[in-house]
């Protein structure tokens, strides 16, 4: 089915039920219409990075189920499914044709072959120096080919994780069956992971080249558009590179909101929260909380380093359960621009922040996705985290039914589902519909969206000092926060 205008749930296919299958039943019975969308994280035999180092784009995990599991989610929910064009595993064929056979392998394209890719007497310190890296050094990695010889491997991230030559003629054919068989099992929407790496030009920093960039994602473009799916970007930079991704017609990802609001909540200040909503872009997917951790470069200049830096520290403060170790190397982080925390405890566990947070995400331009631990504002798993001393896991805890039958009765939660269900049905919040937002005082922001035939409106007035709000469309009330309890009118 085409992209919805509404609320999309982003899930591992066994954080919420053991398989698809099950998160399916899970969905249908306990979240019912406030999700109209999925984003299936990675589903595809993977040898790292919990499903972002594929080995086999043609199966499912049969640990989650298989393609009709997938097929059958497709027919009730909008998709959306990774694609990483950026890298694939080291066990995938491509790969491991190329270590046995080298120069013979129809793959010897593939990848990015650094001493072939580098003229001779380079790279220098100050070429490396130049590239925009995730890691301390030379983003390489040696292989050994069946013969015996050497060479190296450009690996921007994890080990599990070569990078692709996207320009090499046998990556595109991989590219178009890839894209077209995600399309054919339930694709509505391909979000491009780590695209702004997969560019790779002498004497610059290797990331968000342009114009060649363009090019590549027009090359995804002509393989998508005639099967009616588009393409969701994925970046995290200053706000102005997914601008430019918007002028050029693609869906970009909100990533300046989730701290920008934890700014608005803690400092009871809505005035850069109104600015960024008043220039923030319509055709977008808003967030607070992904499977990554919440990032801070993404606001650079729509909030001040001082503004950074003060929500950064009160994170630390009024977050529950939130340490600076988290996001650190001690818990195998790559990214030190990310905070490992859920949205819920990084708002110190407080039912009504966290409800305003969503309602003011709700409102913004864009279709709101919400991460599976956020629809049930969930805390920071600290037992997850100690057992895998992995960082980003404070915020992936496991659901069972059982778990989840429990959650949707809490107060906090049982609101949220009715909040999205609301917004999904609302044609006030029409992508291309009309946005008034005003800072009325020191501490109150207006927020009034406007369906496209100016006929429906619903308006969100909010104290952000006090944590309360008010919702109404067409003048009636929908909903009231207040500090004593949260009514459904």
Not at 34 to 41: D, E, R, T
Not at 58 to 87: A, C, S
Not at 224 to 243: D, G, S
Not at 257 to 277: C, D, F, H, M, R
Request: hydrophobic letters at 35%; a negative charge.
């Amino acid at each position: 089915m085409p992209v919805q205008n509404k609320a999309m749930l982003i899930t591992y296919s066994d954080s919420v039920g053991k398989n698809i299958k099950e998160l399916q039943y899970i969905l249908d019975k306990y979240i019912g219409d406030a999700i109209g969308g999925v984003h299936l994280l990675p589903f595809f035999p993977s040898t790292g990075d919990r499903g972002f180092a594929p080995s086999d784009y043609t199966r499912v995990n049969p640990d989650f189920g298989d393609w009709d599991d997938v097929e059958e989610l497709g027919k009730k929910y909008y998709l959306m499914f990774d694609f990483m064009i950026n890298h694939i595993s080291r066990e995938s064929i491509m790969y491991q044709d190329f270590k046995e056979k080298k120069d013979a392998s129809s793959y010897k394209d593939f990848f990015i072959r650094w001493e072939k890719f580098w003229p001779k007497g380079r790279p220098t310190k100050a070429d490396i120096d130049l590239i925009y890296k995730r890691k301390d050094k030379a983003p390489i990695q040696g292989i050994t080919f069946a013969d015996g010889s050497q060479e190296h491997l450009w690996n921007t991230f994890g080990d599990e994780q070569i990078d692709i030559n996207v320009r090499s003629k046998v990556a595109q054919e991989f590219f178009k069956d890839t894209l077209q068989s995600m399309v054919k099992h339930g694709a509505d929407l391909i979000r491009l992971d780590a695209f702004a790496y997969a560019i790779k030009k002498i004497d610059t920093n290797d990331f968000f080249i342009e114009p060649e960039i363009w090019d590549l994602l027009e090359s995804v473009r002509k393989i998508l558009e005639p099967l009616h799916a588009e393409i969701l970007p994925e970046i995290h930079e200053h706000y102005t590179i997914p601008a430019k991704i918007n002028e050029h017609g693609y869906f970009t990802y909100d990533f300046v909101l989730p701290l920008v609001i934890l700014y608005t909540l803690y400092s009871g200040n809505p005035k850069q929260l109104a600015k960024w909503l008043k220039m923030s872009p319509k055709k977008q997917f808003t967030t607070l909380d992904t499977h990554d951790g919440i990032g801070v470069v993404d606001a650079r200049d729509i909030l001040t380093d001082e503004e950074i830096e003060y929500t950064s520290s009160e994170l630390y403060k009024v977050g529950a359960n939130v340490k600076r170790t988290y996001s650190s190397a001690a818990y195998n982080n790559l990214d030190i621009y990310q905070i490992n925390s859920t949205y819920y405890s990084a708002l110190g566990n407080d039912d009504k922040a966290y409800l305003l947070a969503r309602a003011i995400q709700i409102f913004a331009p864009g279709i709101p996705q919400i991460y599976y631990v956020g629809l049930l504002a969930g805390e920071n798993d600290l037992d997850l985290l100690e057992k895998t001393k992995e960082g980003r896991n404070i915020n992936r805890h496991y659901y069972s039914e059982e778990e989840v039958a429990e959650e949707v009765q809490r107060p906090v939660v049982a609101c949220l589902l009715k909040l999205l269900a609301w917004r999904n049905r609302s044609t006030a919040f029409d992508l291309q519909g009309d946005i008034q937002v005003s800072a009325t005082d020191k501490n109150e922001i207006k927020i009034i969206r406007t369906s496209t035939n100016g006929q429906d409106t619903a308006e969100l007035t909010a104290n952000v000092a006090l944590k309360t709000f008010v919702i109404k469309e067409n003048d009636q009330i929908i909903l009231i926060n207040d500090q004593a309890d949260t009514k459904d009118i």
